[in-house]
Antibody
Framework: QVQLVESGGNLVKPGGSLRLSCAAS????????MSWIRQAPGKGLEWLSY????????NYADSVKGRFTISRDNAKNTLYLQMNSLRAEDTAVYFC???????????WGQGTLVTVSS | EIVLTQSPGTLSLSPGERATLSCRAS???????LAWYQQKPGQAPRLLIY???SRATGIPDRFSGSGSGTDFTLTINRLEPEDFAVYFC?????????FGQGTKVEIK
């Protein structure tokens, strides 16, 4: 079955960097768009970024554009999110999701918590 | 950016009752590309409905979606104990993809 497992969340100081990973299994990873979505504590969901199967196309929310970079390694079945210049407002649970044709998330990981605090 | 407004914020119902959740868009959602998710505490969202009215794999038929343009509805017939959760709508007709703020369905 489809499985997505995020890792890399941690406590980091403002201005710091972090790289999240999402290990995929149970489907042909290289056939699918993939996305990162986050949820601040007690808040709603925010779509951050997506990447096309071949990495040719990416897109970012304005809130993270220029600071976050999405990438993937199809040989390793892994999705990444490089997060730089982190701010307190980036504190959230970060989810990866499989996104057929960059649409909705039909399968989600369990999430990884990023806390930005001094 | 399309803003999605969900109502009500909280719905208090008893098991066996019907829940009707609304999602209104600030502008027309292209091709009715709207999805609904269920989220329980500490869990990831679970896709229920896509393309406004198509049930995702494994979703019970007591969940149904309807609507078009700017007004969409999620209906849950005969609430089961496991249906008490938060529900989000999301549009994917235009970028950026956006979510509603959620409706909590709680036990009355």
């Amino acid at each position: 079955q489809v499985q997505l497992v995020e890792s890399g969340g941690n406590l980091v100081k403002p201005g710091g960097s972090l790289r999240l990973s999402c290990a995929a299994s149970g489907f042909t990873f290289s056939d699918y768009y993939m996305s990162w979505i986050r949820q601040a504590p007690g808040k709603g969901l925010e779509w951050l970024s997506y990447i096309s199967p071949s990495s040719r196309y990416t897109n970012y929310a304005d809130s993270v554009k220029g600071r976050f970079t999405i990438s993937r390694d199809n040989a390793k079945n892994t999705l990444y999110l490089q997060m730089n210049s982190l701010r307190a407002e980036d504190t959230a649970v970060y989810f990866c999701a499989r996104s057929p044709a960059y649409s909705y998330g039909d399968h989600w990981g369990q999430g990884t918590l990023v806390t930005v605090s001094s | 950016e399309i803003v999605l407004t969900q109502s009500p914020g909280t719905l208090s119902l008893s098991p066996g009752e019907r829940a009707t959740l609304s999602c209104r868009a600030s502008q027309s959602v292209s091709n009715n590309y709207l999805a609904w998710y269920q989220q329980k505490p500490g869990q990831a969202p679970r896709l229920l409905i896509y393309d406004a009215s198509s049930r995702a794999t494994g979703i019970p038929d007591r969940f149904s979606g309807s609507g078009s343009g700017t007004d969409f509805t999620l209906t849950i017939n005969r609430l089961e104990p496991e249906d008490f959760a938060v529900y989000f709508c999301q549009q994917y007709g235009s970028s950026p993809r956006t979510f509603g703020q959620g409706t909590k369905v709680e036990i009355k």
